[in-house]
């Protein structure tokens, strides 16, 4: 079955930097898009940035130019790079799956599959 494994989340300072890695198995992972989300206590999960299988990226606007997204379709991995880190980043993250028709990068239902999330708090 379908798994998504992420990991690298941690406590930081504001403006520290780090790196979150997304495991995939299961699925034929260079023909998917991965998502990033993140939601925080008492708020909706809400769009980070997409990754399409050729390797466009699209983010939200809150963490464009601060947050950026690779994959290593070799590794089956995607990651997700956070840098200047606000306290209003903190949230738990997730990646999810979705096969890549071409658009609709940013709604969550369009997503398959998702990871458990990994948490992330950004201290003032």
């Known amino acids: 079955q379908v798994r998504l494994v992420e990991s690298g989340g941690g406590l930081v300072q504001t403006g520290d930097s780090l790196r979150l890695s997304c495991a995939a198995s299961g699925l034929t992972f260079s023909t998917y898009a991965m998502g990033w989300f993140r939601q925080a206590p008492g708020t909706e999960r809400e769009f980070v940035g997409h990754?399409?299988?050729?390797?466009?990226?699209g983010y939200a606007d809150s963490v464009k130019g601060r947050f950026t997204i690779s994959r290593d379709n070799a590794r089956n991995t995607v990651y997700l790079q956070m840098n200047s880190l606000k306290p209003e980043d903190t949230a738990v993250y997730y990646c999810?799956?979705?096969?890549?028709?071409?658009?609709?990068?940013?709604?969550?239902?369009?997503?398959?599959?998702w990871g458990q999330g990994t948490q992330v708090t950004v201290s003032s």
């Open positions: 990754i399409s299988w050729s390797g466009r990226t």
């Open positions: 999810a799956a979705k096969v890549d028709y071409g658009l609709g990068y940013r709604p969550l239902g369009e997503y398959n599959y």
